[in-house]
């Protein structure tokens, strides 16, 4: 079940979306402004927003980047425009799908499930970060390679989950300082790229994981990307 906001000032789109909604067993609550569905994204929590983009006062976008500033609550606009430019407005605002009116109900319901499932699983904290041979345990803050377990010392195990907690991330090595050994860390360039070095003598085979970024910094990235 989820906690679905509808925002829409036509009353018969909030009819049809709660008939739909409720029969497959969500819960939902109604808002025909953007200023009210942003006084209500204050009072409580939602799983989901359908948001229309054309209403009086304030619209679907200015609601949208409101929401946003304060709750990672997804939203899936709704316009009576297919237009371009409206969509990429409405990702620069933060949604995450885009359905254009007239609009299917079951199909609208899919998308609402395909977003709620995917945002509560990305909301899940990871309890190890696994890549073919290589496990990263994250509560045991440990690493296995091809199921042998890898003696790191705590700045190489560091590195390494920091590094692939943000997989696909160029990141500087002021920022694996900043993360690994703190703010008033003591150290240069030197002392992350010596670490590095020791690391990947670790790592066996997928010490490719570990990306230079020349003239930057590293990244962890597989070959599967």
């Not at 009116?101 to 499932?117: D, G, H, Q, T, Y």
Request: overall charge negative; glycine content about 8%; proline content about 2%.
């Amino acid at each position: 079940m989820a906690k679905i906001l509808i925002v829409d000032d036509e009353p018969d789109i909030h009819r049809l979306i709660q008939r739909f909604a409720e029969h497959e067993g969500h819960e939902t609550l109604c808002a025909s402004s953007g200023e009210k569905a942003v006084a209500l994204c204050r009072e409580r929590d939602f799983d989901v927003i359908i948001m229309d983009i054309m209403m009086p006062g304030m619209d679907g976008f200015a609601a949208s980047r409101e929401i946003r500033r304060e709750k990672d609550i997804p939203i899936l606009m709704l316009s009576a425009r297919g237009q371009e430019y409206d969509k990429l407005k409405g990702f620069e605002a933060g949604v995450d799908d885009y359905v254009v009116k007239p609009f299917s109900a079951r199909e609208l319901m899919a998308r609402v499930n395909v977003i709620v499932n995917r945002h509560r699983a990305q909301s899940q904290p990871k309890s190890e970060i696994v890549w073919r041979g290589l496990r990263i345990d994250l509560l045991g803050r440990c690493v296995f390679v091809d199921g042998v377990k890898t003696e790191l010392t705590a700045k190489e195990y560091g590195i390494l989950a920091y590094l692939a907690e943000n997989r696909g991330i160029a990141l500087t090595r002021g920022q694996i300082l900043d993360a690994v050994w703190g703010y008033d860390a003591i150290g240069d360039d030197r002392t992350v790229d010596w670490q590095i070095k020791l690391l990947r003598g670790k790592l066996g085979d997928y010490r490719g994981c570990i990306v230079t970024m020349r003239g930057m910094g590293y990244k962890f990235e597989t070959a599967d990307e």
